[in-house]
């Protein structure tokens, strides 16, 4: 092993996100809050560089390099300092197993080989081992198919990177003449939806709405239904559409007004086919919730069947265009310029005064580990991820039995427990080993109220609490700061891994405790690796004995969750490296209270976003679908505050005039 390809093993957990982080990286190491301040390379070698996002990081924080075959971590004149092993140091040897403080940042360092004495020899035979996890530890979709793909490696796509966009897009302001100039179809717009997922629907019936006309708007994305990738998601992660969705009654996409709520259509629903009994039980639930009934949730089939209509009613096949959009830039003339691709080969751009950004998700979490067992291996079907199509594990275990180990204890692991207690009913051999990171003794606590925990997993009917959409906590975010906004969010007060309060779900995993076929174990996993027999093996890391390895299992699925970092998404990642955006404590886009990116005002020109790249900002719930028609609602009354052209607020004649339009099914 030589100098250039030692490498170490960090880990660490996100003081703000409680995300563990376990990258595996080749020296030269650099940390810091500002991804430009770092370097990219010392002594022609390349830097990698750790974005530790807290106002007490510097700029350019520290650096760990290899200095006479040692490790050597040096403080780059940081406010705040560096500690190794608790002491506070300006220049330290690191060792393996030591521990490097920055700022909130506690990471313990291992070798992922030993550190020689001496110039080494290498060993022959040479002993293989795992490769380093290459990419963010991530499952990107695939831009051409929407699709998650785990053989796709993470790009970027800048214009620096291609042919297209051209090289006028390196510019601060393009010039709308030499847009023309390039030969390629020009389009205009006054309104441009950037994703024509959920959140860009909701901002264009917002419109319509308010009085906008369908050629003054676009939508641009690669599905035509506006709820493709969620409801992908939702079949891939065991919900399928008779299963109820974690969401409430009133939180309708397709009805700003919420009312009738879903409860009260499927009551109706119910009531005319004569079974008057479960209509009687939805509204109940909805009368009762949470303290004498579970909360009522909407079936999966019926929130995209209403879509379906509010689509049609609102004209979006008009609307949407399809396209993969790879810039944004601001124009000489006080608009935006959009360059996008509509096929091999086939570019074009729009132009608009107003844009809208709800690109949603831009990759599944993975952990680093199972990252790693893939690509050493190439096994893509017994180590998957939650939201990755993987019906064979279930169809294998249903014919085959098995053992199968779970990561993750959130609402999506539920649903997979849930989903593997139904294959048992077609084949008793099959049992769960649920690999939990730590105890949860007791729920995060705020003011008087405290989560209730069952079997070490957080309850609550919703991702958040209920007054983050509409109550008190929602005002109480909205007039913090971004320091306070953090903490409040974090998994030690608001935040965390929950799952929804069922009845069903906690008997199911009573039932499996009892009989033995389901279990709980806390612990980190350090590797995974294939026996003879292709079954799994783990290795978990314990403070007294070391390196422990678990029984084999036959299948390991990931139940961590989705990835909305901005790094993640190559045109936002261009967005914000290229006019130098602000990011919140979060690390996601810094927006105003109306949902506006202030930083890229134009002129008369605006830019909003909406979804989970706004996470961290003045609204908790941003995933969800009332907090998605929050933000669109928040933006459209900016737009109408701002006289933008066919902009009318609702006032309580209008707002009744266009739902009356909606019971009709009537064209806004």
């Known amino acids: 092993m030589n100098n250039g390809s030692l490498e170490i093993q960090l880990l660490w957990q996100d003081p703000v996100t409680g995300e563990q982080r376990e990258p595996r990286l080749r020296v030269p190491i650099a940390f810091g809050r500002e991804f430009a301040r770092m370097p990219a390379e010392l002594r022609g070698q390349p830097v990698a560089r750790m974005l530790l996002n807290h106002d007490q990081v510097s700029r350019f924080h520290a650096l760990i390099e290899w200095e006479q075959n040692q490790l050597v971590v040096t403080d780059q004149g940081s406010v705040n300092g560096i500690y190794v092993n608790g002491q506070r140091q300006t220049r330290a040897v690191i060792n393996s197993g030591d521990i490097l403080q920055i700022g909130p940042y506690v990471i313990s360092v291992t070798f992922a080989a030993s550190v020689p004495a001496s110039p080494p020899i290498p060993p022959s035979p040479p002993i293989p081992s795992p490769p380093a996890p290459s990419g963010n530890s991530v499952i990107i979709f695939n831009p051409n198919t929407n699709l998650p793909d785990p053989t796709l490696a993470p790009q970027v796509v800048t214009p620096l990177g291609s042919n297209f966009p051209p090289p006028i897009f390196q510019q601060e302001l393009v010039s709308v003449q030499a847009l023309h100039a390039t030969g390629m179809p020009v389009d205009e717009t006054y309104y441009l939806a950037i994703g024509a997922g959920l959140g860009s629907f909701i901002w264009v019936d917002l419109l319509r709405l308010c009085g906008v006309k369908t050629d003054k708007i676009a939508a641009l994305g690669i599905d035509k239904e506006p709820y493709a990738r969620y409801k992908l998601l939702c079949l891939n992660s065991q919900i399928p559409l008779h299963e109820r969705l974690r969401s409430n009654s009133d939180s309708c996409p397709d009805n700003i007004w919420g009312w009738p709520s879903y409860a009260l259509r499927e009551a109706w629903h119910d009531f005319g086919k004569g079974r008057i009994d479960q209509s009687i039980k939805h509204l109940w639930k909805v009368f009762a919730e949470p303290t004498f009934a579970e909360t009522y949730t909407p079936r999966a089939g019926n929130v995209f069947n209403s879509i379906d209509r509010e689509a049609r009613r609102i004209g979006w096949d008009k609307i949407y265009r399809f396209g993969r959009v790879l810039a944004i830039r601001k124009t000489d003339d006080g608009r935006y310029c959009v360059a996008y691709s ?327």
């Open 342 to 668: 509509r096929g091999r080969g086939n570019h074009a751009f729009y132009v608009s005064r107003y844009l809208h950004l709800a690109t949603g998700y831009p990759a599944l979490q993975f952990l680093p580990h199972l990252q790693a067992y893939r690509e050493r291996y190439k096994d893509f079907r017994s180590v998957v991820n939650a939201y990755e199509d993987h019906n064979h594990v279930y169809e294998l275990l249903e014919r085959q039995g098995g053992k199968v180990l779970i990561q993750g204890r959130g609402i999506v692991a539920s649903r997979i427990v849930q989903r593997i207690y139904e294959a048992r009913k077609r084949n008793p051999n099959i049992s769960i080993l649920h690999l939990m990171r730590s105890p949860k003794p007791q729920g995060n606590k705020y003011g008087t109220s405290q989560r209730i925990v069952k079997h070490h997993i957080e309850l609550q009917p919703f991702n958040w609490p209920k007054a983050c959409w509409g109550g008190e906590l929602r005002e109480t975010l909205e007039k913090a700061s971004p320091e306070q906004r953090k903490e409040l969010i974090s998994n030690k007060v608001w935040g965390g891994t929950t799952t929804a309060d069922r009845l069903d779900w906690q008997l199911i995993t009573e039932i499996g405790l009892r009989e033995g076929w389901y279990k709980i174990q806390f612990a980190v996993v350090t590797r995974v690796e294939q026996d003879a027999q292709k079954h799994l093996i783990a290795y978990i890391q314990d403070k007294d004995f070391g390196e422990i390895q678990l029984p084999a299992v036959d299948f390991i699925i990931d139940a961590t969750g989705l990835d909305a970092k901005v790094k993640e998404s190559p045109l936002l990642k261009d967005l914000v490296e290229h006019y130098h955006l602000p990011l919140n404590p979060i690390g996601r886009l810094a927006v105003a209270n109306n949902f506006e990116l202030v930083e890229m005002r134009n002129a008369q020109g605006k830019v909003y976003a909406a979804g989970a790249i706004t996470f961290g900002g003045p609204y908790a719930a941003v995933d969800s679908f009332l907090g998605l028609q929050y933000a669109c609602l928040r933006a459209v009354d900016g737009l109408a505050t701002a006289r933008a052209p066919g902009v009318h607020s609702l006032n309580p004649i209008s707002s009744f005039g266009q739902w009356l339009k909606w019971v009709f099914n009537q064209s806004p």
